[in-house]
């Protein structure tokens, strides 16, 4: 028997990266990578990112972050104290705990993106961005024109036109921002539970004889609703959790569709995707009235699972959202 009410996100999950988080400390090795950090490369490092090649003679000492998650991996990885200036201020969603007080550090530039002014202002040596639009040419802040003041750029990965493959990409990401960086052991120890993390979700799934369950992501819209494409982290996320996405054509990460469509291809589940000027509730309530989508299974039996769109970009968050995802559907498999 299937819950009505939907879960927000999961304390499992949480608890556990909090946990490998706390478990990874100060330690004479951090300390030693900390004082690195600080000092000229014995060798020039060189990186390939989105096919723009860059090379550092020493770790970034003044860098500014343009997207949340960004913010969120870089304190993970160590570099926090040496971030002058985060973008999107104005977030709905807490910051991780492990993270909460460093960040609330860190001058928020603006609600959403900095200016050109803004960020040449603060003279930095790095920005990092974790979505295209963070390097909007229109907007006069392209990664171009950084790197022509002199301000090298970075971008992860998910955003350079490829999509999402597999793990692969978040390890290349991580590795070279913690070779840039000068904080391997963190960028590595970070990579190495976000990959545990969601072994361990696929291990319970698979202990207990379970593949998947046809789901519909319900990201946006009510004329045309938008959802998850099959490149993107929404994909990998709900192959590991047991959300086989029933739009994995196309070669976008989200893409548009019909409700007529979506009636045709019956999910046996919806997560639903909580952010924008509609929330969670809403979107549920409006798929419980709509004519086609209240006679799919997943709508008459209430199976719908709630994660913030923050958990599906490239960071932690995503061990959360599949564990989130995997427990409300299959709750025996988490011991529910």
């Not at 990112?49 to 500014?64: H, L, V």
């Not at 698979?206 to 993107?232: C, L, Q, R």
């Not at 469509?261 to 999910?267: A, D, H, S, V």
């Not at 994660?307 to 409300?328: C, G, K, M, Q, Y």
Request: proline share 6%; aromatic share 8%.
């Amino acid at each position: 028997m299937f819950r009505r009410t939907p879960v927000r996100a999961s304390s499992v999950g949480a608890a556990l990266l909090v946990a490998g988080l706390a478990l990874t400390g100060c330690s004479r090795g951090e300390a030693l990578e900390s004082t690195a950090a600080t000092e000229p490369f014995a060798e020039p490092v060189t990186i390939t990112n989105c096919d723009r090649e860059a090379t550092f003679d020493a770790p970034p000492q003044r860098i500014i972050t343009m997207n949340h998650h960004v913010t969120e991996t870089l304190i993970q990885m160590g570099a926090g104290d040496r971030i002058v200036g985060r973008a999107y201020a104005d977030r709905d969603s807490e910051p991780l705990p492990e993270v909460a007080d460093e960040m609330a550090a860190i001058p928020a530039l603006a609600d959403e993106y900095p200016t050109w002014e803004q960020i040449v202002d603060l003279d930095p040596d790095l920005v990092v961005g974790g979505m295209r639009s963070a390097f909007d040419e229109k907007e006069g802040r392209s990664r171009d024109a950084l790197e022509t003041e002199g301000i090298d750029t970075f971008l992860f990965s998910e955003y350079c036109g490829e999509g999402f493959p597999d793990l692969d990409m978040l390890e290349t990401d991580y590795s070279q921002l913690g070779r840039v960086l000068g904080v391997e052991e963190g960028a590595a120890a970070l990579t190495d539970r976000i990959v545990g993390g969601l072994d361990e979700v696929r291990a319970a799934l698979d202990a207990h004889g379970i593949s998947g369950t046809p789901t519909f992501f319900y990201d946006s819209g009510e004329d045309v609703p938008m959802t998850i494409g099959g490149v993107g982290i929404g994909q990998l996320v709900g192959d590991v959790a047991g959300a086989d996405n029933i739009f994995t054509e196309g070669e976008k990460p989200y893409v548009k569709t019909t409700w007529e469509i979506l009636g045709e291809r019956q999910p046996e589940a919806i997560v639903v995707l909580d952010y924008g000027s509609k929330t969670a509730e809403e979107k549920i309530a409006y798929l419980e009235q709509h004519p086609v989508m209240s006679t799919t299974p997943a709508v008459r039996e209430g199976r719908y699972a709630v994660i913030p769109l923050d958990d599906l970009f490239e960071s932690s968050r995503i061990v959360t959202a599949a564990e989130t995802i995997a427990s409300e559907l299959y709750p025996e498999a988490f011991g529910q």
